[in-house]
């Protein structure tokens, strides 16, 4: 595991904590879910580029006949 990956759980653990406390959101709140947005985006991107691999692959198989 990353540092980063340890610092985000670290994270969501504090605010999982935070909310189990009926404490305020805070700023690290915030940074989580832009965390989580840019993860689902690089999930979205990967997902994308496997297709374009595939036709890429497809079209160099035409292209060798």
């Given at each position: 595991?990353t540092?980063t990956?340890?610092?985000?759980?670290?994270?969501?653990?504090?605010?999982?904590?935070?909310?189990?406390?009926?404490?305020?959101?805070?700023?690290?709140?915030?940074?989580?879910?832009?965390?989580?947005?840019?993860?689902?985006?690089i999930?979205?991107?990967?997902?994308?580029?496997?297709g374009?691999?595939?036709?890429?692959?497809?079209?160099?198989?035409?292209?060798?006949?």
């Amino acid at each position: 595991m990353t540092y980063t990956q340890k610092m985000y759980d670290a994270l969501k653990r504090l605010g999982k904590q935070r909310q189990e406390e009926g404490r305020p959101p805070s700023q690290y709140d915030d940074l989580i879910g832009e965390i989580d947005r840019l993860n689902a985006k690089i999930d979205e991107l990967e997902d994308q580029s496997e297709g374009l691999g595939e036709a890429l692959d497809a079209i160099s198989v035409v292209n060798n006949d």
